[in-house]
């Protein structure tokens, strides 16, 4: 049943689509109130919050006349613009007395809103919460209101955030992915609770306050004054203790918008920490004349996180991030509700030991921060920007559109916790000018609200960089011994207390093996991450994050991770089922717990060279021995053709006698050679991080899935590649005959055929070695030299073949050469033109080999 399968995903994998794509549109199971939380919504007695996720009509931007009913959440496949579309309802008392919201906690990827046929906003892009205001004088209280939401999840490779050109991102589908709701806000209201917890001393925090004012009383156009008191009281949630409280002045005239800034002392907080996750609600009130015309209420939680040269310290302790990667795959279809998924996994990753959330490349859903800072889980959060090319780093223009969306991302995840770090993005080259520029200007935006920031780099980063307090290390199965020898110069330059490792990633796809010498299994895995640990205990670095503890959808089939069809990373400790027996599990409860030893079987190598390597070399050396010693016209022809092929080319120009038996049948074997050379060299690439992230420079899913499958299926690769090979050498031909129309002589196309079979003969020179080619590529030793040895051997086979050529149509090799060269040119030319001209890849391949260079291995 499985080889049926996979026959019929072959099928579909290498028929192109000679249609239009449909678009197809999904239904995420939706939040029935349930999970109606009162502090992710900013609800309060004062306002009427309520969910409008359901009686949505969905339709391309082309064909409006064809709706689909929907409920959001909802996804959709394909690249065209979707309009999502829904009626409401709202009573004259209600747009009297109230400010009307319309709020998203997230959607994907940009969109333009309309109310009643008027465009009212654009989302410029990011999955992140917001909010925006309908005008009044847009809404009806005698007919519904129709909201329109026109979703374009389309992405680029320059303007974007994220690019197109993704590694190890997790999937992020296009649509509304989060819940919308409307909010009935009173007309002088609070939009916002900014604050900050400068720390002199553990036992007084003084919070600086900035509460953001809406003022819709101001459309009026009569200048009124207007004077009211800003309440504010920090009190805890278990028995409604107030610990701090004041009442402060505040005149409004005519603005629209206003600013409340004041401070409040709060004297002895209880501390927040993983261990003991101590929170309090601040409620800020807006009162006049003694009633409370609006009320909103924000967790906020108090600590001191200092780094030193020397370590990290919470709350005047050594501290160090024991984290990993998270991301709950927001846009897969799943029957369980949301929520409960991600309280469920952020329990179990508290459960285990862990102390620290990484939401890596991505936006996260704004209740898992919430969820995090009750559990006691420090949030990493960052804008899913990663290798990005210096060339767009050092644009001024993309630096400040970086530095906008930065903001408003901050902006908008600070509503709902306050114990996190703000990440500008990773992949980044390591000592690279444009990128500390950039990163410490962008990071500047962050430092005005006295957040932490941090980024990641591909290699370590031995300066320090304004701005930027933590500086990650992305670390991809790098030997534990390299990484020793590196890092105490890096702590010796930026200090302790900024390093950390900030990807640790091991893909694990053999599974469960006979010991940690076999590489990529769980037991190799297990002693990779007691290595890594062991590390950041040893030289006393600020911690790490494994990425990842659960598994993950990602958005482009990989090579590194391993070959899924359903996309799913290979590196995850824990699969679905979230079975706790792992080895690798056990290490890293045992090690963020204190608990015993837990012991690593060592095993024994396994040689990865598949058995079939081997026997199809062994086959088509034996089937070309059989002909040149049982075929002595064979043999005289190959011995000419090889040493020396001018003369043989001349035979095949005056019509000697050339068996097309013998011609097809070293056509079949030149075939085989070439498609198992081939095979080899994917099979040895097939985790190859350089060879992926050129791939992906290309932007293409349909690139990395063909590749990827190749390169881990080599059965089914050396079938394709041999009758892709066939087809190679019977177009070569007619695209030679095509190219003879040019010039007076007229050659047969069998002609032109055995000059194209003769001339690339020497491939079977190469049967011997490919029987131990793939162990020699494993040694590692004279990869080098194997490489300039094929490109030579290949330049090689090409003059041969143009040799032939300008031979059997006695034309001037000059000509030959020139003009083969010169369509070379310009085929792999127009070819790297258009992929530069719409995917920047000449910039995107550059940043590869560049980020190859810096990587720790």
């Not at 302790?496 to 893909?507: I, R």
């Not at 070439?674 to 080899?680: D, H, K, P, V, Y």
């Not at 040895?789 to 050529?805: E, N, Q």
Request: overall charge positive.
């Amino acid at each position: 049943m499985t080889k049926i399968k996979r026959q019929f995903y072959l099928l579909f994998l290498f028929i192109p689509f000679f249609v239009q794509a449909q678009i197809k549109v999904n239904s995420l199971t939706s939040n029935q109130n349930k999970s109606f939380d009162k502090i992710l919504f900013g609800a309060t007695e004062t306002r009427t919050v309520f969910l409008i996720n359901d009686n949505w009509k969905i339709f391309q931007e082309n064909d409006s006349q064809n709706k689909i009913s929907v409920n959001v959440p909802a996804i959709f496949d394909g690249d065209d613009v979707l309009t999502f579309e829904r009626k409401v309802d709202f009573t004259q008392q209600q747009l009297d007395k109230f400010e009307v919201k319309l709020g998203f906690l997230g959607l994907n990827y940009n969109a333009e809103i309309s109310i009643n046929g008027n465009i009212i906003a654009n989302h410029y892009g990011g999955a992140y919460p917001f909010e925006i205001s309908l005008p009044k004088d847009l809404l009806r209280s005698d007919k519904s209101n129709k909201i329109s939401v026109k979703v374009n999840k389309k992405l680029d490779s320059e303007t974007t955030i994220p690019s197109k050109q993704k590694f190890l991102f997790p999937e992020f589908e296009g649509g509304i992915i989060r819940d919308v709701y409307i909010k009935l806000v009173p007309l002088l209201s609070i939009s916002k609770i900014d604050f900050n917890t400068p720390v002199e001393q553990l036992s007084k925090f003084t919070v600086g306050f900035n509460v953001h004012i809406d003022n819709a009383n101001s459309n009026s156009g009569i200048k009124t004054q207007s004077q009211f008191y800003v309440h504010a009281n920090i009190y805890s949630p278990n028995g409604g203790v107030s610990i701090a409280k004041g009442d402060y002045l505040q005149t409004i005239y005519n603005e629209e918008n206003y600013e409340s800034r004041f401070q409040l002392d709060v004297l002895n907080p209880l501390l927040w920490s993983p261990s003991v996750p101590n929170k309090y609600i601040c409620e800020i009130s807006l009162v006049k004349d003694g009633i409370v015309i609006d009320k909103l209420e924000r967790d906020i939680v108090f600590y001191s996180l200092k780094k030193t040269q020397d370590n990290l310290q919470l709350n005047g302790l050594p501290f160090a991030f024991n984290g990993t990667t998270y991301n709950p795959n927001e846009t897969f279809i799943r029957s369980e509700n949301l929520y409960e998924k991600i309280k469920s996994d952020l329990t179990f990753i508290k459960q285990t030991g862990f102390n620290a959330v990484r939401f890596i490349k991505s936006y996260p859903n704004p209740y898992a921060l919430k969820v995090c800072q009750e559990l006691g889980l420090f949030s990493f959060i960052e804008l899913p920007v990663n290798s990005v090319p210096e060339e767009f780093l050092a644009q001024n223009e993309y630096l400040l559109k970086v530095a906008g969306f930065l903001k408003e991302f901050s902006s908008s995840y600070f509503n709902f916790s306050n114990a996190f770090v703000i990440g500008v993005g990773g992949g980044f080259l390591p000592n690279s000018p444009a990128t500390e520029n950039f990163i410490a200007k962008v990071c500047a935006e962050v430092k005005k609200k006295n957040l932490l920031t941090a980024a990641s780099f591909c290699g370590f980063q031995n300066q320090k960089i304004e701005n930027l307090d933590f500086y990650g290390f992305e670390i991809f199965s790098a030997p534990i011994d390299n990484l020793n020898e590196q890092i105490i110069s890096v702590c010796e330059a930026i200090g302790k207390g900024s390093v950390l490792f900030s990807e640790v990633t091991y893909p694990n796809y053999k599974a469960d093996a006979s010991g940690y010498l076999v590489r990529n299994s769980n037991e190799a895995q297990a002693k990779y991450f007691e290595g890594i640990i062991n590390l950041v205990q040893k030289n006393k670095i600020s911690g790490f994050f494994i990425n990842s503890l659960l598994k993950y959808q990602g958005s482009y089939i990989s090579l590194y991770a391993g070959y899924k069809t359903n996309q799913f990373y290979d590196f995850s400790v824990l699969g679905f089922s979230k079975n706790t027996n792992t080895i690798a599990y056990k290490l890293l409860y045992s090690k963020l717990n204190d608990g015993s030893k837990v012991t690593i079987p060592i095993g024994s190598r396994k040689d990865d060279n598949p058995i079939i390597f081997i026997l199809i070399a062994l086959f088509l050396s034996v089937t070309m021995a059989i002909l040149i010693n049982t075929k002595k016209k064979f043999r005289e022809d190959a011995t000419r053709a090889l040493l020396r092929p001018y003369n043989f080319f001349s035979d095949i120009r005056d019509h000697r006698i050339i068996s097309g038996l013998h011609t097809t049948l070293l056509m079949l074997i030149l075939a085989g050679a070439a498609s198992l050379l081939f095979t080899i060299l994917f099979f040895y690439l097939r985790n190859n991080l350089l060879l992926e992230k050129i791939l992906l420079s290309f932007a293409s899913r349909r690139i990395m899935k063909i590749f990827s499958f190749l390169a881990w299926n080599p059965q089914y690769c050396f079938i394709i590649l041999f009758f892709i090979a066939i087809i190679k050498l019977a177009l070569l031909s007619l695209i030679i005959k095509f190219g003879s129309f040019f010039v007076k002589t007229r050659v047969p196309l069998s002609s032109i055929y055995f000059s194209v079979v003769w001339a690339l003969l020497p491939l079977t020179l190469f049967l011997p070695v490919e029987l131990v080619l793939f162990k020699i590529l494993t040694m590692q030793s004279i990869n080098t030299i194997v490489i300039w040895v094929l490109i030579l051997f290949y330049f090689w086979l090409l003059f041969r073949l143009l040799k032939g050529i300008y031979v059997i149509f006695d034309v001037r090799p000059l000509n030959v050469y020139l003009f083969s060269f010169v369509f070379i040119f310009l085929l792999l030319g127009g070819i790297l033109l258009k992929y530069q001209l719409t995917h920047s890849i000449i910039f995107y391949i550059s940043n590869a080999f560049k980020q190859y260079n810096s990587m720790i291995n």
